[in-house]
């Protein structure tokens, strides 16, 4: 899972990815107009959002991103905690709000909750589920009944997001840039690699008929 940071102070913004390293993938933008660049990949399960930024402030990111019909739930992290702003923040599309300072135990459960609460796949006790396929999440395990497969490295990872993704046709680009990052020196290419490794481990549990591939798009998880 993949969180975007949109916090201008960056001492602030590696403290919250030092928080929350430990349970979600992080990406950071340190203005409203690169985190707007960010939110337009698509590809994160929570942004977490500062109100007062140069260039463009929160508010102007929130309406800009729910304008462009992106729907990732977004926490928005701000010194005011008056009635009115965080109505305002609500009203343009926020999901939660979090006033400054926090604990590290209540930004972790928060998104937890978001995660949860906007995903039908996700379960209390951190399992996704497709059928009788069971993802654990926390032991990061993958069986069905009694039968269980060992999926190595990202394999796990692209699995999670296909299956949050159902029924929706995901690009190699948005694969790559969700698990291996935007910055990462390998390429594209490495994605065949790990979903023909993946789709082998699929057979041995009958699941392989859900993955299929895309041609010179990328891939979908349906029935």
Do not use: H
Request: glycine share 6%; proline share 1%; charged share 30%.
């Amino acid at each position: 899972m993949k969180v975007l940071i949109v916090e201008d102070d960056k001492i602030l913004s590696k403290t919250i990815e030092q928080c929350i390293c430990t349970k979600y993938d992080t990406d950071k933008a340190y203005d409203g107009a690169e985190g707007i660049i960010y939110a337009k990949q698509n590809i994160y399960d929570v942004i977490i959002l500062d109100l007062m930024m140069p260039i463009m402030n929160g508010y102007d990111v929130l309406k800009k991103i729910r304008d462009e019909k992106i729907l990732t739930p977004v926490l928005i992290l701000t010194a005011k905690d008056g009635l009115d702003d965080k109505l305002k923040g609500f009203r343009m599309g926020a999901d939660d709000y979090l006033v400054k300072p926090f604990e590290r135990e209540e930004l972790v459960a928060r998104i937890d909750a978001l995660i949860r609460r906007t995903s039908g796949n996700y379960s209390e006790n951190n399992t996704i589920k497709f059928k009788e396929l069971i993802l654990d999440l926390d032991n990061r395990k993958v069986k069905v009944g009694d039968k269980e497969i060992v999926l190595l490295g990202k394999q796990f990872d692209v699995l999670e997001y296909l299956i949050n993704s159902k029924n929706t046709i995901i690009t190699k680009d948005q694969i790559f840039d969700k698990i291996w990052g935007f910055n990462s020196d390998t390429s594209t290419n490495v994605i065949e690699v790990y979903t023909s490794g993946l789709r082998k481990e699929l057979k041995k549990i009958g699941y392989d008929q859900y993955l299929k591939t895309i041609r010179g798009v990328g891939y979908i998880w349906s029935e």
